[in-house]
């Protein structure tokens, strides 16, 4: 059971371009989402984080848009560049619980 | 360097064999993740310690898997008999319990079973 979804697979955007990466989730449990970038040869990085009881959380370019009723949220990156080029990971967490869920990924390349 | 530490970074093995893997968390963090990740995919959760002990073990962990942290430390992942199947990105993170949030992963070690 996949328990968060994460959509497209891949995405090219171009430089200064908006990048949006979406997640789903399943257990109304969850009370932390994080995003995770990865490159490659290297363990993911926690980018930025939001709890349920905002509806937006930005720092910089990156945003969280989420939306507690259809148990959705999503990843912005105004004005993409080169840099950005990884791939990205929403996850999710309950805080009665130990582990992070992660989604499947999302492999983002930014052209010049 | 305080991040989180992976030794080694690569590992070739002949299916069989036995390896060990060992993590270095940063020095403060009494959580301890082990998460397996495969080409494409997102990381899996294998186990996790808050300091010694070893309280989470997910169906992925087959009994060929053995996790252990003893001083509340390092911890070291080892695999008995290595299968194709287990050629993978082995992820070890840590965090603070008191936060319950934020987890810092190490850069994996890269296991592959020929």
């Known amino acids: 059971q996949q328990q968060v979804k994460q959509s497209p697979q891949s995405l090219i955007v171009q430089k200064g371009g908006i990048s949006i990466i979406n997640c789903a989730y399943e257990?109304?449990?969850?009370?932390?989402f994080p995003w995770y970038q990865q490159f490659p040869g290297k363990g993911p990085a926690l980018l930025i984080a939001?709890?349920?009881?905002?509806s937006e959380k930005k720092e910089g370019r990156f945003t969280i848009s989420f939306n507690k009723s259809a148990k959705q949220f999503s990843l912005h990156i105004m004005d993409s560049q080169p840099g950005d080029s990884a791939t990205y990971f929403c996850?999710?967490?309950?805080?009665?619980?130990?582990?992070?869920?992660f989604g499947s990924g999302t492999r983002l390349s930014i052209r010049p | 360097d305080t991040g989180v530490s992976q030794n080694p970074r690569h590992k070739i093995t002949k299916r069989g064999q036995n390896v060990t893997f060992r993590c270095d968390p940063i020095?403060?963090?009494?959580?301890l993740y082990w998460y397996r990740q495969t080409l494409g995919q997102g990381p899996e959760f294998l186990t996790y310690?808050?300091?010694?002990?070893?309280?989470?073990k997910s169906r992925l962990l087959s009994d060929r898997f053995s996790a252990e942290r003893p001083k509340g430390s390092f911890s070291t992942l080892e695999i008995q008999r290595t299968e194709q199947g287990d050629s993978a990105m082995y992820l070890c993170?840590?965090?603070?319990?008191?936060?319950?949030?934020?987890?810092?992963f190490g850069q994996g070690t890269r296991l592959t079973v020929v």
């Open positions: 257990n109304t449990a969850f009370d932390y």
């Open positions: 939001i709890r349920p009881d905002v």
């Open positions: 993170a840590s965090s603070l319990a008191s936060t319950n949030t934020e987890a810092f």
């Open positions: 310690f808050q300091n010694e002990a070893q309280l989470e």
């Open positions: 020095s403060e963090h009494n959580r």
């Open positions: 996850a999710a967490k309950d805080s009665s619980a130990s582990k992070i869920i």
